[in-house]
């Protein structure tokens, strides 16, 4: 399906109006994935993935979601690859994808394709990936939404989905997964994705200086069901 319709579907699944953690519109922010991948060169299907990617809710984004009785119909307007990956990162918890960035770049990853696993309040259940491909397809999804945004999440604090209070203050957002995203930077550009790593680099060079040694690896809970699911986590460990 030309880009052309597709923007249109996809607007009709997100309001204009959707605010998004960086400083455009959500549908905006899809577009501008989109772009980016569209410039590093990246297949049709990762590009169609680009304006569904956070469709059914994220472990970082839940503003909005459809239920996921519609898959199929998403399956017939972006075909079976885009889809997928689009489902695997809106139900991925992305501290077991960068565990699978930092076994790579510590040279003892294996010949066979990793396994992701689902956040918590999803019941953390096994996502393992078809081939090597398809692994670094959600790398390169997951690298070009967050230098997409970084910039403009930067821009302002971000307030708690949950209670009172700020998740980030403004300019933490440069920290969130540093190593992660620039671990993925070096795989893509090793697999041939040159642009990745230029791009990355582009980006975190107009970081400001008072940031760049803050470090947040993890996502903090975004709504309820996440927040529910950590204090049990949490309560799990203790001894009473």
């Known amino acids: 399906m030309a880009d052309k319709a597709l923007h249109a579907k996809m607007a009709e699944y997100v309001p204009d109006a959707l605010q998004h953690n960086g400083e455009e519109a959500f549908d905006q922010h899809l577009v ?5 991948l ?26 909005f979601s459809l239920p996921l009785s519609h898959r199929a119909e998403l399956v017939d307007l972006i075909g079976p690859q885009a889809e997928r990956l689009a489902w695997i990162f809106c139900m991925v918890d992305r501290a ?22 689902a956040r918590a309040e999803l019941s953390g259940f096994a996502i393992p990936l078809k081939s090597r491909q398809e692994w670094l ?21 971000v307030p708690r ?32 994705v040159s642009e990745a790593p230029k791009m990355h680099a582009a980006v975190y060079s107009r970081e400001p200086e008072w940031s760049r040694s803050l470090h947040q690896p993890l996502t903090p809970p975004m709504g309820p069901a996440a927040v529910a699911a950590l204090e049990a986590i949490e309560s799990s460990m203790r001894d009473f």
């Open 96 to 117: 077991t994808v960068d565990a699978t960035v930092g076994t790579a770049v510590s040279g003892t990853s294996e010949a066979s394709p990793p396994t992701f696993y």
């Open 38 to 63: 569209r410039s590093w060169g990246a297949a049709e299907h990762l590009c169609n993935a680009a304006l569904f990617h956070s469709i059914y809710g994220t472990e970082g984004f839940q503003g």
């Open 161 to 192: 989905p949950v209670g009172d209070g700020i998740l980030w203050q403004k300019g933490e957002a440069w920290a969130y997964r540093r190593e992660a995203y620039a671990s993925m930077a070096a795989i893509l550009g090793e697999a041939g």
């Open 32 to 36: 501008g994935v989109q772009s980016v």
């Open 137 to 157: 397809d959600f790398l390169t999804l997951s690298l070009a939404d967050w230098l997409e945004q970084v910039e403009g999440a930067a821009t302002k604090a």
